[in-house]
């Protein structure tokens, strides 16, 4: 008779593809599988054992909170675990592939060999977002400074000063006498501006 609580699902999550591995309470394996990394595909190939299931886990990065998040929304007991912690808890084992990581987790959780990754709220995941899309486009905006300040010094001028907004007035003040150098440097000028737009807009 099989039980009817008790299994574990290792998932170890790749961008395309997932491993999924349930073992039972006693260790036995019940399924080693791949699917597609999709919440409706893991849910259907889970669906045979979904009475069973005690605990899933996947390691905590990339796609696993967005994964987990759609997984709990279906109900399904998940948690994301340190994967540094089962790095040591697999460590004895030469083996290191997808198929055997999920293995480890599967396992980890049967024993309950691992810790769990806080998953963060959307709220606080919209605002690392916000705050990481501020930082790439200042230093994009601070690249491409960098790049007009090295073609004006090829002109045998030399800039004093941050950029600030007065920027495109300075340079083309300084190569009002070389208008083939500011010519090469207007879409470099513009694209400047329009990412310290963006990045003001997001400050907004």
């Known amino acids: 008779r099989e039980d009817k609580m008790g299994h574990y699902v ?3 999550v790749g961008k395309e593809r997932t491993a999924v591995c349930i073992v039972d ?3 036995e394996l019940i399924l080693e599988r791949e699917v597609e990394t999709d919440p409706e595909a893991i849910m259907n190939l889970l669906a045979p054992s979904r009475s069973a299931i005690e605990l899933a886990g996947l390691k905590g990065g990339g796609l696993s909170s967005w994964l987990t998040r759609c997984l ?3 109900r399904l007991p998940v948690v994301q675990v340190d994967a540094g912690r089962l790095h040591r808890y697999a460590a004895a084992s030469a083996a290191k592939t997808d198929r055997h990581d999920a293995r ?7 024993g309950g060999l691992y810790r769990e990754v806080f998953l963060k709220s959307m709220a606080a995941h919209e605002l690392w977002t916000l705050l990481a899309q501020r930082a790439t486009l200042l230093q994009e905006a601070r ?16 800039m004093q000063g941050r950029g600030g907004i007065h920027f495109r007035d300075r ?3 300084l190569l009002e ?4 150098f500011l010519d090469l440097l ?13 990045h003001k807009d997001l400050n907004g």
């Open 143 to 158: 690249r491409l400074e960098l790049s007009v300040r090295g073609t004006v010094r090829s002109a045998g001028h030399r």
């Open 186 to 198: 207007t879409t470099t000028l513009d694209s400047r501006n329009t990412l310290l737009a963006h």
């Open 72 to 74: 709990r929304k279906e």
């Open 25 to 27: 309470r006693f260790g």
């Open 177 to 180: 006498d070389e208008p083939s």
């Open 10 to 12: 290792g998932m170890d």
């Open 104 to 110: 480890v987790i599967a396992e980890a959780l049967r």
């Open 171 to 173: 340079v083309t003040a």
